[in-house]
């Protein structure tokens, strides 16, 4: 896991990365803190890039991807931050040399077995709890039936959660014929897992179908987040790109960019702080309260209204209030007061505490930011490390600041790795 923060203002951006890396080990994780997130992306031009979620990308680690841009095009001066990002996104799908080595089919399949691993996980608990309020066992028939229409269930449900996340705009034109025909091989290796873990295995077409939508769908089983930073040569203020990748599909690099994750320092928006992955503990002390919190704040104020308005139809019925009147109440619609509530929290947190913060990241110097760059990241060491089985945030923290003027540079750096 990782945690990783950008504070901007019209001075420079400063970035900040712990090097906590969590390994998978079947049950079990190993925890390593040696890890490099954040990559100087030109020796000569103000960018940087950090990433978050995957050091890999379609088994080709991250920091060989990055190294080979650097010296392949990282002497290439672009107007704008936009451009040295479509410029970094078109060397990973259209570089030879990296073509020739991506793990295409591991990708896919792996992306597929996710959604597989979710599907099987909730139409096998669904069957089993039909079954177990059965008054005897069931045959091999009743549950080869239930197992099918829990299936047929969810398929249908998908669409619709597919639909509502929208598809990557780069299989736009991506065909179900298309996709039958890309991955061939690899749907019958999860057809032969599905023979094998008990479900109906005759159904290889709908499951085509329903592997199509997710592939299509901006739902990443797999994903890295890039977060580049920096100045590009029209620009004076520095701005704030992220983008979430996923792999190459029909040629294609499946990839997403967030607004809410992107920022461009202007007259308009002096200043901001900027974190990624792991956030809560940095925004607890940016908004003065920790998201959970808030978020159980919000749905306690709906449940207590409820609770009141229940008491209070109840105390009406007791003392002989007309049926009309009653149902009246029973009816009204609470939701405006549960949004109202929690707009106004929201307003509360942005003037007392986010606005204050950010007006004093506009008048810090470049000091006051990498300070606070690496506070943000050791504050969530230290509650890792306080509160967590496995410290997912920690070792070294890397710092770097990027200005107009000097490009980037290191304040704080892994020593063996002072290259990258």
Not at 342 to 358: K, N, P, T, W
Not at 379 to 401: F, M, Y
Not at 404 to 420: E, L, T, V
Request: include cysteine; aromatic fraction near 10%.
């Amino acid at each position: 896991m990782t945690a990783i923060v950008g504070i901007l203002n019209k001075r420079a951006a400063v970035i900040a990365a712990d090097s906590a890396l969590t390994v998978n080990h079947g049950e079990t994780n190993s925890i390593y803190n040696d890890a490099s997130k954040m990559f100087q992306l030109s020796d000569t031009n103000p960018v940087g890039v950090m990433l978050y979620n995957s050091v890999e990308f379609m088994g080709t680690p991250w920091d060989v991807i990055i190294n080979m841009y650097r010296k392949s095009r990282g002497n290439k001066k672009y107007d704008t931050l936009k451009e040295y990002v479509n410029s970094f996104i078109n060397f990973i799908q259209e570089e030879p040399m990296l073509k020739r080595v991506y793990d295409y089919s591991n990708y896919l399949l792996g992306e597929m077995h996710m959604y597989y691993k979710f599907v099987y996980d909730e139409v096998v608990d669904a069957a089993k709890a039909e079954v177990d309020e059965m008054d005897g066992p069931a045959d091999d028939q009743t549950i080869d039936e239930l197992l099918r229409k829990y299936l047929m269930t969810m398929f249908a449900q998908h669409v619709d959660t597919h639909r509502e996340h929208g598809t990557c705009s780069q299989l736009e034109k991506f065909t179900l014929k298309d996709f039958r025909k890309c991955a061939a091989d690899e749907i019958t290796k999860l057809m032969e897992l599905i023979k094998e873990d008990g479900l109906p295995d005759d159904m290889r077409s709908e499951w085509e179908e329903a592997l199509y939508g997710f592939v299509r769908s901006q739902l990443f089983a797999h994903e890295t987040g890039l977060v580049f930073v920096g100045f590009g040569e029209t620009e004076i203020y520095p701005s704030l790109i992220s983008i979430k990748v996923s792999g190459i599909v029909d040629g294609k690099l499946l990839y997403t960019f967030s607004e809410e994750d992107e920022t461009h320092i202007s007259n308009d928006c002096s200043a901001t702080i900027m974190p990624f992955a792991q956030t809560d503990v940095m925004l607890t002390m940016m908004k003065g309260i920790a998201p959970s919190l808030f978020d159980k704040s919000c749905s306690k104020v709906e449940e207590i209204t409820e609770m009141t308005r229940n008491r209070l139809v109840e105390q009406m019925k007791a003392e002989g209030v007309p049926a009309t009147t009653v149902d009246k109440i029973q009816e009204i619609d609470l939701s405006d007061i549960n949004s109202d509530y929690c707009e106004a929290m929201h307003g509360h947190i942005h003037e007392d505490f986010v606005e204050g913060l950010v007006d004093a990241v506009d008048s810090f110097n470049i000091e006051n930011m990498a300070n606070m760059a690496e506070s943000l990241i050791s504050i969530t060491n230290l509650q890792r490390h306080i509160t967590s089985s496995e410290e997912t945030v920690g070792g070294p923290i890397d710092v770097a600041v990027i200005t107009r003027a000097d490009g980037f540079s290191w304040i704080k750096h892994k020593q063996w790795n002072k290259n990258n």
